[in-house]
């Protein structure tokens, strides 16, 4: 066990170094998420002039989806660094080590969490500086934070599944499209009420909407932290957890053989 | 060097050929120029279709129609920026350090790589514009503002193509050319690509009169709704080739430079 939890660490260390040691690593991570925050409260800021939605800042219902959008890209990362590994056939050797091999993904995956913070508090601090609200205190920015962190770490579950799936960096651009296509196929742009045609149906049963509705309780006013607005959220983390845990486990068994 | 027109003309298509049928058969490079705006505009077609109820929103025959502009010029902009990442890895590949000792005008292989961004921004821009055509989008301007909508995207594709060609000779980085791609949609969202200027915020309308691409995505939605209150075409017109013939000049400047290090 306790080695385990020291292969575990040393590669989370790694994952860090690979940050630390590579100068902008994290700048397009964190750019992207802060220019789609920008552009789409300066596109359809208006939006919030219609009945039914539930601010009247359009910055403040963004934001939570700019910091899942960055957390995920951020874990899609870990399944591209982890395409690359096995690429060059670092992944390979590390396959012979006798731990099991979730152990392996374990350290990158906490990396990827750890990573995510930083997209996830520059997001939040450019939001509020040009006017976020944050009605939802110490418990909504625990909420918003705590549904970044563990989307992270179901995107980087899927990053892994792909990774050892196709065992390419090519698949690169398909993990971040599917981190992609579950946080906008959601209530993205505007509450449920007022989506129309195919996408009021999708986001109704995508897991992604409650994810947001957990995080959005520390900035939209209309969405206090509550228990109501945080079950559904963790019930959806949870279940995304478990498949795409279940998929990633399968994936890395059917490695070799 | 003597120039012979038709001799470089061949130049420049042959290099075209190749860009395109390096991208496609690349398809990591291509997914994000034709699967990403097809995607957005999915999303906001349907996320952000109740803004007609807006009081000042304008009177149009689909929203899908509306915003069909906006994605047309980001497939623009991701076609031209694709050119600039095709051309770095050529440059750390070192077939653009060959083509180089080639006895053929330099501006040329400018061009040539330019023409492989104004092909793909043809094929792109005919699908965008039939699939949200199938989807619901419809033309009132009819079959000429369709052409002329593709034309306006190509010419756009290679205005870009030609500012990502000239960092992509700058620097010969293929890393830096790939972290760019966020910036490509602060160029989007400084323009009305999915609302009207008139609903955009203050200071995004204020900043939106010195885009370019303001001009582009209004002339081709005034094109393809028959309604020129929504955007002029001429401006359009001579917004993407006045764009255009700048970056092209930026981009060969760029490769003398290069020239003048080796």
């Known amino acids: 066990m306790s080695e385990a939890v020291h292969v575990a660490s040393v590669l989370w260390r790694r994952s860090l170094n690979e940050v630390l040691r590579v100068r902008g690593a994290l700048l397009p991570a964190t750019i992207a998420p802060v220019i789609f925050l920008l552009g789409m409260t300066g596109q359809f800021g208006r939006l919030t002039g219609l009945e039914g939605f539930p601010t009247d800042s359009y910055l403040s219902w963004i934001v939570p989806l700019s910091c899942l959008q960055g957390a995920g890209f951020a874990g899609a990362a870990t399944g591209a660094n982890l395409a690359r590994d096995i690429e060059q056939g670092l992944f390979d050797r590390l396959l012979v080590a006798p731990v099991p091999r979730a152990v392996l993904v374990i350290g990158p995956i906490l990396g990827g969490i750890t990573r995510c913070l930083v997209p996830a508090t520059v997001v939040l601090l450019v939001g509020l500086a040009l006017g976020a609200e944050l009605p939802g205190g110490a418990l909504g920015l625990l909420a918003l934070y705590f549904a970044s962190a563990a989307f992270c770490a179901i995107a980087a579950l899927w990053g892994v599944f792909m990774a050892v799936t196709f065992r390419t960096q090519q698949a690169g651009p398909l993990m971040q499209q599917g981190v992609f296509m579950a946080v906008f196929l959601s209530t993205a742009y505007t509450p449920e009420s007022l989506l129309r045609g195919w996408l009021e149906d999708f986001a109704h049963f995508n897991p992604v909407t409650q994810v947001l509705e957990l995080a959005r309780q520390a900035t939209v006013s209309g969405i206090e932290p509550s228990l109501a607005h945080t079950l559904p959220g963790l019930a959806a983390l949870a279940g995304l957890g478990l498949f795409f845990g279940a998929l990633a486990l399968y994936g890395l068994r059917r490695m070799g053989h | ?262």
């Open chain 2, 1 to 262: 060097m003597t120039r012979d027109p038709a001799r470089e003309g061949r130049v420049v298509l042959a290099l075209g050929r190749r860009a395109l049928s390096v991208q496609f058969r690349r398809a990591q490079l291509l997914m994000p120029t034709f699967v990403l705006p097809l995607m957005l505009l999915a999303v906001i077609a349907s996320g952000t279709s109740a803004a007609r109820g807006l009081r000042e929103f304008p009177d149009v025959a689909s929203y899908l129609g509306f915003v069909v502009p906006g994605t047309i010029i980001q497939g623009a902009l991701l076609a031209g920026l694709t050119s600039g990442t095709a051309l770095a890895g050529d440059i750390e590949g070192g077939f653009f350090d060959r083509l180089l000792a080639a006895p053929v005008n330099r501006t040329s292989l400018v061009l040539g790589r330019l023409a492989g961004t104004l092909g793909l921004a043809l094929l792109q821009s005919t699908l965008f514009l039939a699939i949200a055509w199938i989807f619901g989008a419809r033309y009132p301007g009819g079959a000429g503002a369709v052409l002329a909508t593709i034309a306006l995207a190509a010419i756009t594709a290679v205005a870009i193509g030609g500012v990502a060609s000239a960092i992509a000779l700058r620097t010969g980085s293929l890393s830096l050319m790939q972290s760019i791609f966020p910036f490509v949609f602060v160029l989007l969202f400084m323009a009305p690509a999915f609302f009207p200027r008139e609903l955009l915020v203050p200071v995004l309308r204020d900043a939106a009169v010195y885009n370019p691409l303001t001009y582009v995505v209004e002339a081709v939605r005034g094109l393809l709704q028959a309604e020129p209150a929504l955007g002029d075409p001429l401006a359009g017109v001579v917004a993407a080739v006045g764009l255009a013939l700048a970056t092209v000049a930026l981009a060969t400047l760029a490769l003398k430079d290069r020239l003048r290090r080796l």
